[in-house]
């Protein structure tokens, strides 16, 4: 308490006011809409104003979750959000420990790379889809070349769903990976020369003292990088609908809330708004991100804990 | 110390309250008119070109400044022609101003609907109504155009004396809800029928196929001859399985009867009838479609097949402006896609209402609104709209005196309205509830036709099972 910065008496207050505007914002930006979507679940709304809104209990969730064939699509897409995030997970955060490693190197030019990896992030879905919607063109595209060379050639994101499903998970890497890259840097530069000065003397080869000294220190580095890369690609779906649009056996979670809330499913253009079944699915996204999140939570805490003490 | 950071803190707090709750600064000047006034233009002559008309003048137009917001979708030649007529409207009416928004097809739904939530558009583009509840359907969600009118956001036009140009069977079906209409529909387009390429039909000594075993024949030849036989925009999903619509109206001609059918169970997607269609879907999804026609944008189709690499390209009359534009001296052609090997039943165009317009309830323009319609509703000026679009006319005096008019017109007495605008999923149904080549490799994972039929069934049975 000696070390409190506002000092005591009314001062104190002083943080807490602070805190009000963001705190403001939360509630307005981030809370309020979710709070209204968990009430939403219950209706049958469709987003229209004017429409009536009626409520309907668990009907959406029943409808969601055991009604008929759809309901066993929807576990399909269920299932294929966890397959994306495994997938885009593990590579994303490989790929950036290691490109991370490599730039944090005092090369020549190393600043150009960083750049360069980093660019994709800045770049907003659409372009990144773009940008790989040309790159994958069919007829004749770099990517369709490089397949006729060797005899091969592919629909790519009009191919069959599992073949585009592969290629939204590699678009969502690409896009991506700049984040992990940098916040591993940023865990890299916090770790002090003098360990690795000590390791060298003390005999550690390369692998060793990336296992015994760069490693453990990047502990908070990876916690951070493997939270931010779970939810995001449990959360993603803008991707989907800019490279493939709604297409069987390719949906996530996150775009099927989407296709259903805005009649984006059948392709007809008098699809109905389905914003309360939308928001039903929503909570159950909310629900799986929330167990998966916190259940991951605990366990890098822990980690961390043994690990750093 | 401590007084000075408490100070900092509520200077910091006022200033970021005071940032939110900042507008547009005070000292905005209101819009200023023109310096000049615009000169009226001279109604140009050409044939796709709008017309000046003798429709009454909007009533805004003496009072006060109004901008006119306007939504359409994505349909090059519609826009490149409603840029135009736009021009032609503001120089018949100064004062107003047409704000003209273009989104995509796929969007329009959901853009109409934020826009009407927020009174931020006075006429809308709206597709003709469709995929309304039938009696035998049961626990269906209604289509968005009625719920949009239920909630009161487009605006009666049943009194209006432009409404009377169109023909009466087209308003009733196109823009009519609980007998008051809420829509003009511009025009029928077909979705069913195949273009094909009179050039390389003569080089490679084709003709121009009347049944499935033909159309067979004449892909076999062009295969051969290693040039594509058949494109369509796949990148935008839709087209693939558009494109092959005509194949289900050859074996389905009544359509309705179809949906009808397939709800009470009198037809089911994997009987010997329909699995005749499934074999013929494999046929054009795996041996005429082109590799590659996945990644064709919808909008670069005609361009593809213009270009003459193409034998020929399945798609609705909607594109032959565009195959035109793309390449004028481009000889082509229209057929109804002939999906039977009897060519009486290769006679049918199958379609839709296309566009259509609607006002925003809410509108605080309603008089500048009506007047848009008035004027774009006058036969000269619609004409003109038909001749840029080439939509099957919906005015009763109005003739489609392009290429593709003439294309279509032995099949106008067959005109019907499609499988796509009867059709309601039950709710419950799989996402494989659907007549789709498009489920077939290389688009989708099927290559077995019995293996899909038995699925598309499967599929809707659950729906229809999960609503008993």
């Known amino acids: ?309 | 110390m401590r007084k000075l950071s408490l100070l900092i803190s509520l200077l910091v707090l006022a200033s970021l309250l005071l940032a939110a709750c900042g507008g547009a600064p005070a000292t905005q000047a209101p819009a200023e008119p023109a310096a000049a006034e615009p000169e009226p233009a001279e109604p140009e002559p050409a044939e796709a070109e709008p017309t000046a008309t003798a429709v009454p003048e909007a009533p805004e137009a003496e009072e006060q400044e109004v901008t006119l917001k306007v939504l359409v979708h994505q349909n090059p030649p519609m826009v490149e022609f409603m840029e135009t007529f736009n021009e032609q409207f503001q120089a018949k009416n100064p004062n107003i101003t047409v704000d003209m928004s273009v989104v995509n097809a796929n969007d329009l739904s959901t853009v109409t609907q934020t826009r009407l939530n927020a009174n931020d558009v006075d006429v809308v583009d709206i597709f003709g109504f469709a995929n309304a509840a039938q009696p035998y359907m049961q626990n269906v969600v209604p289509p968005n155009w009625q719920t949009l009118i239920d909630a009161g956001l487009l605006m009666d036009l049943s009194d209006q004396p432009f409404v009377e140009n169109y023909d009466a069977p087209t308003i009733q079906d196109a823009g009519t809800y609980n007998d008051k209409v809420y829509a003009i529909n511009l025009g029928r387009v077909s979705y069913s029928g195949i273009y094909y390429n009179k050039d390389l039909f003569a080089e490679y000594g084709v003709e121009v196929p009347t049944t499935w075993s033909e159309l067979v024949a004449a892909c076999e030849t062009f295969a051969a001859a290693d040039a594509p036989c058949m494109t369509a925009g796949g990148k935008d999903g839709w087209p693939i399985f558009v494109g092959a619509y005509g194949l289900i109206g050859s074996i389905y001609p009544d359509q309705a009867a179809l949906v009808e059918g397939l709800w009470t169970g009198d037809i089911k997607w994997n009987d010997a009838t329909s699995l005749e269609m499934w074999e013929k879907m494999k046929v054009y999804a795996q041996e005429m479609m082109e590799a590659g026609a996945s990644g064709i944008a919808g909008d670069a189709a005609p361009g593809r097949f213009a270009s003459g690499a193409v034998a020929m390209f399945s798609g609705g009359t909607w594109y032959a402006s565009a195959i035109e534009a793309a390449e004028p001296d481009f000889e082509w052609g229209y057929i109804p896609f002939p999906g039977s090997d009897n060519p009486e039943d290769n006679q049918y165009l199958f379609g839709k209402y296309d566009q259509g317009w609607a006002i925003a309830a809410n509108t605080p323009n309603k008089d500048a609104a009506m007047a848009y319609l008035a004027e774009f509703s006058d036969p000269a000026n619609y004409q003109a709209f038909v001749n840029a679009v080439g939509f099957i006319p919906t005015q009763p005096g109005a003739t489609l005196d392009t290429q593709i008019g003439e294309e279509v017109a032995p099949y106008l007495e067959n005109f019907r309205v499609g499988y796509e605008q009867y059709w309601v999923a039950p709710k419950g149904a799989g996402q494989y509830a659907n007549p789709y080549a498009s489920y077939f490799q290389p688009f989708g994972t099927f290559d077995d036709p019995q293996e899909l039929a038995d699925k598309v069934q499967e599929d809707l049975q659950s729906g229809l099972d999960a609503n008993q």
């Open chain 1, 1 to 309: 308490m000696a070390n409190y910065h506002f000092g005591r008496g009314r001062a104190r207050w002083a943080p807490y006011i602070l805190l009000l505007p963001g705190f403001f914002f939360y509630l307005l930006i981030m809370f309020g809409p979710s709070l209204a979507t968990s009430v939403f679940s219950f209706t049958d709304a469709t987003g229209i104003r004017g429409a009536p809104v009626n409520w309907v209990g668990l009907d959406n969730y029943k409808e969601f979750l055991f009604l008929g064939q759809a309901s066993r699509d929807n576990y399909g897409a269920l299932f294929r959000t966890l397959i994306f995030c495994v997938g885009v997970t593990t590579i994303q955060f490989t790929l950036g420990l290691i490109v991370a490693l490599v730039v944090n190197q005092k090369l020549r030019g190393v600043n150009f790379f960083r750049t360069l990896y980093f660019m994709p992030v800045i770049l907003g879905a659409v372009i990144q889809g773009l940008i790989w919607s040309l790159f994958l063109y069919p007829l004749g595209g770099p990517m369709a070349q490089l397949l006729g060379m060797v005899g091969l050639r592919s629909e790519f994101l009009g191919g069959p769903p599992a073949e585009a499903f592969a290629w939204v998970m590699a678009v969502q890497i690409w896009a991506n990976m700049g984040i992990t890259m940098m916040i591993f840097i940023a865990g890299l530069q916090t770790i002090p020369g003098e360990l690795y000065e000590a390791a060298r003397i003390d005999g550690a080869g390369s692998w060793r003292t990336f296992q015994n000294v760069t490693w453990p220190l990047l502990t908070p580095a990876v916690n951070t990088n493997l939270v931010l890369n779970i939810i995001g690609s449990l959360q993603a779906w803008q991707l989907f609908l800019v490279l493939i649009g709604y297409r069987n056996g390719t949906q996530v979670l996150g775009y099927l809330i989407f296709a259903q809330a805005f009649g984006q499913t059948s392709g007809s253009v008098t699809s109905a708004f389905r914003q309360g079944y939308g928001a039903a699915a929503s909570i159950v996204l909310f629900f799986l991100v929330l167990v998966i999140g916190m259940s991951v939570q605990f366990f890098l805490q822990r980690r961390e804990g043994r690990v750093l003490g």
